[in-house]
């Protein structure tokens, strides 16, 4: 049974919120605030599978308690709930470390299937077999699919669901432009009208893990006014 904290403000939502995924068969608490559910996440402890935080908290906000779990290299994934039409707030929560997001107000149904699709990526990639095959080498970096981390050197970078999957996206797409509108759709199943920034942000992380000099990249290139292309 898979284990969800809900960490919401509102008493009325996070109830509603409680009430129906304990209905699906998960086990739920609920943080009021972001300090609250930063301790109930210890730093070295995974007591939840899945996160679903809302962006408005009282004291400090959503995507400061993402930051903050990314900085302690815990890696559960993350729903973020933001306000319907800022899409600067989607942007900031994929730079701060969400996996996915669902604006507010939204259909129970339709975040209980973002709700499975994340624990369903989430079980793949720890129930796959350890593949050695699994692994991307180039220039000096060892990607691993299965730890979900960039090694260079003895350095070990871990990676978020979002991250890994954008990752093996362009390398299967080695030596070809793709444009952000297929980023977006293949990668995170989002419509077109999505902002495409969100895209670019998600970039300048992938570069820091692999290139040696972020803002002269050698792996992952712009194509102006297209896109990106990976060269391995
Ligand atoms: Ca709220």
Known sequence: MSSILVVEDEWHLAQGLRFNLEEEGFTVEVAETGEAALEKIPVGAQPFDLVVLDVMLPGIDGFTVV??????NQFVPVLMLT????????????????????????ELSILIARVNGLLRRKQWLES??????????????????????????????????????????????????????SILEDVWGMSEDTDTRAIDNFIVRLRRYIEDDPSEPKHLLTVRGVGYRFVG
């Open 67 to 72: 930051r903050t779990l990314r900085e302690r």
């Open 128 to 181: 796959k077999p350890v593949d050695p095959t699994d692994l991307y080498e180039f220039s000096g970096r060892t990607l691993d699919f299965n730890a979900m981390e960039v090694s260079v050197a003895d350095r070990k970078m871990p990676l978020t669901l979002m991250e890994a999957n954008l990752m093996r996206y362009l390398i299967r797409h080695k030596g070809k432009t793709i444009s952000r509108k």
């Open 83 to 106: 306000a319907r039409g800022r899409s600067e707030d989607v942007l900031h929560g994929f730079a701060s470390g969400a996996d996915d997001y669902l604006p507010k107000p939204f």
